[in-house]
């Protein structure tokens, strides 16, 4: 199917993510160990249940007596109550060691076990320490400053879901449960390539009219900071029918996904389009963002190819926009949750009715409000817009733009 075949008009991004994951479905990944140590950012490839209930006996939340509650019932400065030390139970003894008496109390550090019998643990600063004798200054409930048994998680509680992308907090609880073994998902692998004679990968004395390649740059980091990605990154390939094809060849046969950058535009120029019509063909072409219009999707040998933009800001937003939602999706996850805030827009911002755009702003906080500078200049090759901002608005295709002083939902970066 030709290019022109396919669509003859630009979609929406909503439409693009929808026809990207109907053609080419959730992938089958393989999958390997690995120690928790190394899972950040990884897809857990299994659910993880609680062997044990955490914590698996009462443990102190301070430092000082474990004691029962009851023995010191009305205990004041006016009355205090005397009880016998038997001993030190340090953290990760049997909290067999000890068992208590009425009248007795066991010294215990955060964290320790409480010793069998006790049900309350007084702090350092409520007693007066007089030899093998405490004086207790302070009535407590039972189970106070404890730690109760399964308080945090029972055993054969699910704690964490398969296919979760694992952050700090899930590794620790993983670990918590005394797994240090994980299957995970292999991660996705993805070619990048980059098309344009005038495009150059290294330093040179006379730089002429070419520009450096600063859009893999921004592509590959990008992508590979998603955690659960491999991307190879196969050079600058001139504007040549038979070394680009050659170069998508052998790319596509070690990769999953394939990303381009550079020639996804509509010019008789990009070779690449000229290589989908022979050889595949173009899912969409186009879409209605601004930066970013040529990103676009092809299948070439089954495989999914997403064609972004040379010029870096429009690479970003298509990246932002549509293909890391896709590749969220192709490995089943859903896509990272990106906060969002209310601020006061501090100049108007216009818009193309049907176009989805993204705005780069400022933010700052003036006393108790929040507010988004736009910056200056919107081309799409304007990378100090990306520098000089912290964040982005999304305008959506049905808003002639934003007026000065609305208040706006804000994407940090």
Not at 87 to 109: F, I, Q
Not at 302 to 311: C, D, H, I, R, T
Request: charged share 20%; proline share 5%; with cysteine.
């Amino acid at each position: 199917m030709t290019s022109t075949g396919f669509y003859s008009s630009l979609i929406n991004v909503d439409r693009a993510i929808e026809l990207a994951t109907s053609f080419i479905r959730e992938l089958d990944i393989g999958v390997e160990k690995i120690n928790v140590w190394s899972g950040l950012n990884r897809i857990i490839a299994e659910d993880i249940y609680a062997e044990r209930d955490q914590p698996c006996c009462l443990k102190s939340y301070v430092d000082g007596y474990a004691v029962k509650a009851s023995d010191i019932q009305g205990a004041s400065f006016s009355n205090p109550v005397r009880l016998f030390v038997k001993g030190l139970l340090k953290p990760g003894e049997s909290p067999s060691k000890y068992v208590l008496k009425n009248g007795e109390a066991v010294e215990v550090y955060t964290g320790s076990p409480l010793p069998i019998g006790s049900d309350t643990v007084v702090m350092y600063e409520d007693v007066v320490r007089d030899g093998d004798y405490i004086d207790v200054f302070k009535t407590l409930s039972v189970y106070s400053n404890v730690a109760q048994i399964g308080e945090d998680y029972r055993k054969g509680d699910l704690l964490v879901s398969r296919r979760t992308v694992l952050k700090p907090q899930h590794l620790a609880i993983i670990a918590s449960s005394g797994l240090f073994e994980i299957s995970v998902y292999e991660k996705i692998r993805i070619g990048l390539i980059c098309t344009g004679s005038e495009v150059l990968d290294k330093p040179v004395n006379h730089i002429d009219y070419g520009v450096y390649n600063s859009t893999c740059i921004l592509v590959k980091n990008m992508v590979e900071q998603l955690g659960f990605t491999e991307i190879k990154y196969y050079g600058t390939i001139p504007d040549e029918t038979s070394i680009i094809d050659k170069t998508l060849s052998k790319a596509l046969s070690e990769n999953h996904v394939l990303i381009t950058c550079g020639g996804a535009g509509f010019s008789e120029n990009d070779v690449l389009s000229r290589i989908v019509d022979r050889k595949g063909f173009y899912v969409f072409r186009g879409v209605a963002l601004r930066p970013g219009k040529p990103t676009s999707l092809a299948i070439l040998n089954n495989k999914p190819v997403f064609l972004l933009s040379g010029f870096p800001v429009a690479a970003w937003c298509g990246l932002e926009a549509i293909v890391i939602p896709v590749i969220h999706k192709l490995m089943g996850v859903e896509p990272a949750f990106k906060p969002c805030f209310k601020t006061i827009l501090k100049r108007n911002v216009p818009n193309v009715i049907g176009y989805r755009s993204y705005v780069r702003v400022k933010i700052y906080r003036v006393k108790d409000e929040l507010y988004s500078e736009p910056y200056g200049l919107r081309g799409s090759g304007v990378l100090s817009s990306l520098v000089k901002t912290n964040g982005f608005i999304i305008i959506p295709e049905d808003c002639e733009g934003y007026s000065e002083g609305s208040i706006v939902d804000t994407y940090l970066y």
